[in-house]
C-alpha cells in the first residue's frame, strides 16, 4: 500500500534567552523494516 506524499512548510522558531531547542525527526520503511532518524540541538543564536 503506497501512501500519498505531502508537503508541510516548517519554521524553526528560536528559544528564549539561555534556552537549548531540540528537534528531532524519524522515518521507517514497512513493518519491520529499514528505520532513521536524525536531529540538532541549538541555542537562540541557532548555533
Known sequence: MRVAAEDHLIRWMKPGRDMLKINTSGSSLDNPGRA???????????A
Do not use: C, E, Q, V
Open 36 to 46: 532513521g532518524f536524525g536531529g540538532d540541538i541549538r541555542d537562540g543564536h541557532g
